[in-house]
């Protein structure tokens, strides 16, 4: 239910958006970029605070794993030592017959690299290379304690918020992952009325009840379901009305002057 919620929100979103556009292009490259997002079902508004969130978050993941890897091969007797290593040489070759000869190249240039520091590193006093370790240490603690000073200044709901975006961002394979961070660079480079207005749908949804939640989904189902060719002539329609309607406003208002008469209040 509340994944379907989400998805009514932006898809009205999408609706006053595409509505709201001067010209056929701009409401094709709009309606495009919300249905994307409309897929992936973004839980609220993206920006740098979500970013942030995303890359602490990525940065536990990795060291996590790396913790698991060194203590998986510390605790291996040493046949399942060989089997790691195996299993290592098959991904890399898995890898190799997957790129491209210029893709190889760069690997292997970057692999050599890596061994010179490495081999560098070895070849350094004790002292020197725990002084390396503590001051790599210490670089990778000032980044996450930039990011956890970042993420500190949020108001609760927010960071809650925050919370629940990385829940739903895990739950994600790795396809829809990379798909919603292209729309999250999407929703970025729109203009601000264009957010504002997704803000604005946001609230709105929030203040509706049950059953009319449940009648905008049914609209935006039927939306959904229509040919482009379709909603394109429903839009226009739309677009038509709200302009006769804004008009026959102001025309009444221009009335209801002319009537009032001088030094009196309307």
Do not use: C, Y
Not at 37 to 42: C, D, M, P
Not at 146 to 159: G, M, S, T, V, Y
Request: aromatic content about 2%.
């Amino acid at each position: 239910m509340k994944s379907l919620g989400l998805r009514a929100l932006i898809g009205l979103g999408a609706w006053v958006l595409l509505s709201s556009s001067a010209t056929g292009a701009d409401r094709k490259l709009e309606e495009r970029t919300v249905s994307q997002i409309n897929e992936i079902g973004v839980v609220e508004r993206p920006g740098p605070r979500l970013d942030d969130a995303i890359k602490a978050e990525a940065i536990d993941e990795r060291r996590e794993l790396r913790k698991r890897m060194r203590r998986r091969w510390r605790d291996a007797e040493p046949q399942e030592r060989d089997e790691m290593r195996e299993q290592r040489e098959l991904w890399r070759r898995e890898l190799r017959e997957g790129l491209s000869d210029e893709e190889r190249q760069g690997l292997r240039r970057r692999m050599q690299e890596r061994e010179v520091r490495r081999a560098e590193i070895r070849d350094l006093p004790a002292a020197e290379r725990r002084a390396l370790r503590e001051q790599m240490e210490i670089g990778g603690s000032e980044e996450r304690r930039a990011l956890r000073h970042r993420l500190r200044d949020i108001p609760p709901a927010e960071r809650e918020a925050l919370r629940e975006n990385l829940r739903a961002f895990r739950r994600l394979a790795g396809q829809e992952q990379q798909a919603l961070r292209e729309n999250l660079d999407e929703l970025q480079g729109l203009p601000r009325p264009a957010r504002e207005n997704l803000d604005a749908n946001r609230r709105r949804w929030e203040s509706m009840s049950i059953a009319e939640q449940d009648a905008l989904r049914r609209r935006m189902r039927r939306l959904r379901e229509m040919t482009p060719a379709r909603r394109e002539q429903l839009l226009d329609r739309v677009v038509l009305e709200r302009r006769e309607g804004d008009r026959n406003g102001d025309i009444r208002e221009r009335g209801d002057d002319a009537r009032t008469p001088p030094g009196t209040e309307p």
